[in-house]
């Protein structure tokens, strides 16, 4: 007979998890100015339980790798500031969060939301030049 562990484990791989929402929300920059630091703010709706908060970026080219950085805490949000020399580039940036709520609970956002169908990652791109 199976331990009930593996029984739990078993029915947690079948079923359907439950993934409440990030508790946060997130204004996308206008735009970033190449060669200038992009600072991101992420302010949490919710901060019962939150432990940190992580912002992975890239350059909307998908032959690179995503850049993680630590956000930094301040009051009800967190802040992160893309350096000066990744933004100096001809490519918009694309990124999300992860915020962390204890060492097993983790939430995406924006995430796929609901219907798994939206856009999971956030754009910003170049200052138009005038």
């Excluded at 967190?78 to 350096?83: K, V």
């Amino acid at each position: 007979e199976p331990a009930p562990k593996a029984d739990a484990a078993v029915a947690s791989a079948l079923g359907r998890p439950r993934r409440p929402p990030a508790p946060c929300r997130h204004s996308t920059p206008a735009s970033f100015t190449p060669g200038a630091a992009l600072t991101l703010n992420l302010t949490l709706t919710r901060a019962d339980g939150i432990t940190g908060a992580t912002c992975c970026y890239r350059h909307v080219n998908q032959a690179e790798r995503y850049q993680i950085v630590a956000m930094t805490k301040s009051g009800a949000s967190y802040r992160a500031a893309l350096p000066a020399a990744y933004t100096d580039s001809p490519y918009p940036l694309q990124y999300y969060f992860i915020v962390h709520a204890g060492p097993a609970v983790a939430h995406l956002y924006p995430g796929l939301g609901p219907d798994l169908m939206q856009m999971p990652y956030f754009v910003v791109r170049r200052a138009s030049a005038r």
